[in-house]
């Protein structure tokens, strides 16, 4: 079973910048693709940004330009650095694990198989 556990949420005003984290458990992390996922109150669930275990990387146009992902696979470790931040991007943030290694998509959240919890993002005056 995946653990994953995120950080780096919180309250920031509008144009500023907030830099999430999420470590996770086992010792193949570098065999998967990770990404984070978004959800606003009566919202569906967002994938926001993805890497493939490769170093591909996919965004929602809602976030391109602003957001970068990043990963550390000696610290197993998923890195999203938001910027130029809207009132819109609030939301619960989440990391998620890819389903199974050297998988082929991830862009899809069917591509992913574990979740963290999630960490709050309020952008905010």
Not at 52 to 60: D, L, N, P, Q, V
Not at 77 to 96: F, G, I, R, W
Not at 105 to 117: H, I, V
Request: with cysteine; glycine share 12%.
């Amino acid at each position: 079973q995946v653990q994953l556990v995120e950080s780096g949420g919180g309250l920031v005003q509008p144009g500023g910048s907030l830099r999430l984290s999420c470590v996770a458990s086992g010792d193949t992390f570098s065999k998967y693709n990770m990404g984070w996922f978004r959800q606003a109150p009566g919202k569906e669930r967002e994938l926001v940004a993805s890497m493939h275990w490769s170093g591909s990387t996919y965004y929602a146009d809602s976030v391109k330009g602003r957001f970068t992902i990043s990963r550390d696979n000696a610290k197993n470790t998923v890195n999203l650095q938001m910027n130029s931040l809207k009132p819109e991007d609030t939301a619960v943030y989440s990391c998620a694990h890819g389903l199974i290694t050297y998988g082929l998509g991830y862009d899809d959240d069917t591509d992913f198989g574990y979740w963290g919890q999630g960490t709050q993002v309020t952008v905010s005056s």
